[in-house]
Nanobody, 124 residues
Framework: QVQLVESGGGLVQAGGSLRLSCGASGRTLSPYAMGWFRQAPGKEREFVAAINWSGGTYYADSVKGRFTISRDNAKITVYLQMNSLKPEDTAVYYC??????????????????WGQGTQVTVSS
């Protein structure tokens, strides 16, 4: 298990951008594939994007072409660049780690470590 911390959430107007970051207090995230999920009020948690150890990526259809997941070369931080934001993107966004670092999963059950979440609010 690894303790994850997200940052970068906030309030933005529709059409704007935000970049979320996820780290583990300076520890390397190289043993893990990483994912971003989100949960809006009254809705179930849903998959947003994932990146594996070798840089492969996988996106939910709802964010494809607008969001980009990446990780720095030292594999300490994982990012979610969110462009062209819509009010329906409003949610708490969670970073998660999957111990099978080559996997690209959209299944929350495959991720054993989670951050506390960061709120993203998109106004219309």
């Amino acid at each position: 298990q690894v303790q994850l911390v997200e940052s970068g959430g906030g309030l933005v107007q529709a059409g704007g951008s935000l970049r979320l970051s996820c780290g583990a207090s300076g520890r390397t995230l190289s043993p893990y594939a990483m994912g971003w999920f989100r949960q809006a009020p009254g809705k179930e948690r849903e998959f947003v994007a994932a990146i594996n150890w070798s840089g492969g990526t996988y996106y939910a259809d709802s964010v494809k072409g607008r969001f980009t997941i990446s990780r720095d070369n030292a594999k300490i931080t994982v990012y979610l660049q969110m462009n062209s934001l819509k009010p329906e993107d409003t949610a708490v966004y969670y970073c998660a780690a999957d111990q099978l670092r080559h996997r690209l999963s959209h299944n929350a059950a495959d991720f054993g470590s989670w951050g506390q979440g960061t709120q993203v609010t998109v106004s219309s």
